[in-house]
């Protein structure tokens, strides 16, 4: 995507600016952030950071946390499970007490066998993979819902309104992709509806003819993606532009506003599973409110981010220590007033929140689907 290329260079300019802004001299608390800063899913590491860095900078001008200031750091591991261990190694070595992400679930849960080890809590906002919360690890939280919940909530909305549809379910072969596919599958069979195609695409192609015709010979009329918006918007472009129409259903890698300019019109009517919108919550009014002042739209996992450093900020308050295991306690035992709105979490560390809702894309934006 030629248009990152800009964005990259501006977004690592900005995390600099964060690191040096807050003053490394006087800062004794490090944290960080980490995601797909480059790479096709980059504008899911512009939400992470952006969200990160507000947060922290609010933090800060509240006197900081335990009255040391915050320190970001910004990990990129665009999405790659080796560089995300690589990230997660740096971040030890660099004396980092605290990560945001990952934001991918094939980076997330490699990162957290280095995260348990090294003793740093993680709090992913975006990893909905059920394996990163069910490794045992006493460290590891994420404020999102996951698969096994998302998958039951989009194939009940097919079930309510596509079951004499016929139904091609697709997935990208990443963890959270064939994972999420896998479990909106178990979930429609259990239904009785079955699909008549389960195929797994390669990430990173442009060209997904062969796919459209196959799709055309079943008679497909509606596809479950498991996959990010990239793939999403190509898929149902190509097969509008071959003369196939279908309703696309996909997950909550699909929230971002750069689906709506790959899928172009074609894009209209697409469906997708995730959490309730925060900006959309009073709770979340002032923050939003400050980010549209700085002229950014704090879209999908930006104030998930910025609320999973507010619940890990209250959790080590609480809990007087920035030590992983410490403010690990303080997570499970409490509740947190975030932009999310009050949160907990579980034994396992899932968040105890609304799980998902059904959107629909419609001229470029997105929206509850019953609006």
């Given amino acids: 995507m030629v248009h990152m290329r800009g964005f990259k260079t501006g977004l690592l300019a900005a995390a600099a600016t964060v690191i040096l802004g807050t003053g490394v001299a006087q800062a004794d608390i490090t944290i960080a952030v980490a995601g797909p800063m480059t790479g096709q899913n980059a504008s899911f590491g512009e939400q992470m950071s952006k969200g990160a860095a507000m947060a922290v900078k609010d933090i800060n001008a509240k006197g900081g946390l335990m009255g040391q200031k915050l320190v970001l750091k910004v990990g990129d591991d665009a999405c790659d499970p080796k560089q995300a261990v690589a990230v997660a190694n740096q971040f030890a070595n660099e004396g980092v007490v605290f990560v945001v992400g990952h934001f991918c679930s094939g980076s997330s849960i490699p990162a957290s066998a280095v995260y348990n080890e090294e003793g740093i809590l993680q709090i992913s906002p975006a990893s909905t993979?059920?394996?990163?919360?069910?490794?045992?690890?006493?460290?590891?939280?994420?404020?999102?819902?996951?698969?096994?919940?998302?998958?039951?909530?989009a194939a009940d909305y097919i079930k309510d309104h596509y079951a004499d549809k016929k139904i091609a379910i697709l997935h990208d072969k990443s963890a959270y992709g064939e994972g999420l596919a896998k479990e909106t599958q178990a979930a429609l069979n259990a239904a009785n509806i079955k699909e008549v195609m389960f195929d797994a695409i390669t990430v990173g192609e442009k060209d997904y003819s062969a796919l459209v015709t196959k799709m055309k010979n079943e008679g497909v009329q509606i596809v479950y993606l498991g996959g990010y918006y990239t793939e999403a918007g190509l898929i149902v472009r190509q097969a509008k532009d071959q003369g196939l129409n279908i309703v696309l259903m996909s997950g909550d890698?699909?929230?971002?506003?750069?689906?709506?300019?790959?899928?172009?019109?074609?894009?209209?009517?697409?469906?997708?599973?995730?959490?309730?919108?925060?900006?959309?919550?009073?709770?979340?009014?002032?923050?939003?409110?400050?980010?549209?002042?700085?002229?950014?739209?704090?879209?999908?996992?930006?104030?998930?981010?910025?609320?999973?450093?507010?619940?890990?900020?209250?959790?080590?308050?609480?809990?007087?220590?920035?030590?992983?295991?410490d403010v690990a306690k303080a997570l499970h035992a409490g509740q947190f007033e975030t932009v999310l709105g009050k949160i907990g979490f579980d034994a396992k560390g899932d968040v105890s929140a609304p799980g998902y809702v059904v959107y629909q894309w419609m001229g470029g934006k997105y929206d509850y689907v019953n609006n």
Avoid: M
């Avoid at 809990?319 to 992983?324: G, H, I, L, P």
């Fill in 129 to 153: 993979n059920p394996k990163l919360t069910e490794q045992g690890f006493g460290v590891v939280f994420r404020t999102c819902g996951r698969d096994d919940q998302q998958g039951v909530i």
């Fill in 253 to 325: 890698a699909t929230v971002a506003s750069e689906f709506g300019s790959i899928a172009g019109p074609a894009g209209d009517g697409t469906l997708f599973t995730f959490s309730p919108d925060p900006r959309k919550s009073p709770e979340a009014a002032p923050v939003v409110k400050a980010f549209e002042g700085e002229g950014y739209n704090p879209e999908g996992y930006t104030l998930y981010t910025y609320g999973s450093i507010q619940a890990w900020a209250q959790a080590a308050t609480t809990a007087n220590s920035t030590k992983a295991a």
